[in-house]
């Protein structure tokens, strides 16, 4: 792949950013069957300039929309997928996505109440050998920057069922991870669209930190 090659661990909490690299993308999956992938429009501007303030990591200022099939998702370390409805890939993009994740990718799916099903159906597809397992609350992805001892924070209700961080791995890396009623991008969004407490938004920007910082350099 070809990711930009990704700082240290202690670099990223506490160093300097190199002024020679070449931000990192983050990027919003684009897929097909009707959902609103385009959901919580303020949520990553929000969580890049958190990383940008909070980490070493030189990221870009602005996402980067992409389907499977473009070229650009090989640049993206960090692929970020939400919505409240349907989810379809062609078996094309089940080929590329599987082929992306086992070559360095990472994709984040975060469920904004609705799009649970299809994507389970879907993932089902790309790994019908790995299904989705608990991610232990030991896993880097919960303490790489900060601390989240009792795993995903939950932001918004749901069905009141407590939040559930899932994922793949592939010979030991976490290469997917499932936010499952939490919520997290709608934590991300400006204070005034969902009226959160900032301790909420608090918890769901860490954790969103974390996220990208292990996908940029823990999980590579």
């Known amino acids: 792949m070809r990711f930009i090659a990704a700082l ?3 670099a990223v909490a506490v160093g ?3 002024p020679h690299a070449e931000p990192l993308a ?3 999956l684009h897929y097909d069957g009707g959902g609103d992938w385009y959901a919580n429009p303020s949520s990553l501007p929000n969580l890049l300039a ?3 303030e909070r980490t070493a990591l030189e990221v870009a200022s602005r996402e980067v929309t992409v389907r499977l099939t473009d070229p650009a998702l090989w640049d993206v370390p960090y692929l ?3 919505g409240h409805g349907n989810v379809r890939f062609s078996d094309e993009e089940v080929a590329i996505l599987r082929r992306y994740l086992e070559n360095g990718g990472f994709l984040h799916a975060d469920d904004n109440y609705g799009m ?7 993932i089902a597809r790309v790994f019908p050998d790995h299904p989705l397992v608990d991610v232990p609350l030991d896993h880097p992805i919960y303490h790489v920057v900060y601390d989240f001892p009792e795993g995903l924070p939950k932001v918004h209700e749901h069905d009141g069922l407590p939040a559930e961080g899932l994922g793949v791995f592939l010979d030991g890396r976490l290469v997917l991870f499932y936010s499952y009623q939490s919520d997290l991008g709608d934590g991300w969004e400006d204070p005034d669209v969902h009226n959160d407490p900032p301790a909420v938004r608090e918890a769901a920007l860490k954790m969103g930190v974390n996220l990208y910082v292990y996908a940029a350099t823990a999980g590579r």
Do not use: H, K, N, V
């Open 80 to 82: 970020y997928m939400t």
């Open 50 to 52: 958190a990383l940008r």
């Open 26 to 28: 983050l990027g919003r």
């Open 116 to 122: 649970d099903e299809s994507f389970r159906r879907e």
């Open 8 to 10: 240290g661990i202690l």
């Open 16 to 18: 300097a950013a190199d």
